[in-house]
């Protein structure tokens, strides 16, 4: 049986690999695979994490009392980093 904290960490192991992907279709074909898993490691391990605990975990914007209930703000503002040019 998978405990609650392994199924939470699942739970949000799916969207942060939603938030690395959603940006694959715009990259597909314009720059090499080897780029396109350094961005997502990138985004998965440091830049997503971050965005979270500021919405789930007690950071500044639970604190201002936003909601976030299906992780859309987290995810694509994640998928915002490809906007940068």
Known sequence: MISEK?????????FCATTATIV???MAERTKFS???IYSA????FIYPIEAHWTWGGGWLS???FHDYADSCAIH????????N
């Open 77 to 84: 503002t994640g998928g915002l980093k490809n906007l940068q």
């Open 63 to 65: 604190q201002l009392g």
């Open 24 to 26: 694959s279709g715009a």
């Open 35 to 37: 780029t396109y898993c």
């Open 42 to 45: 990138v985004i998965s391990l």
């Open 6 to 14: 392994g199924a939470a960490f699942v739970f949000n192991l799916v």
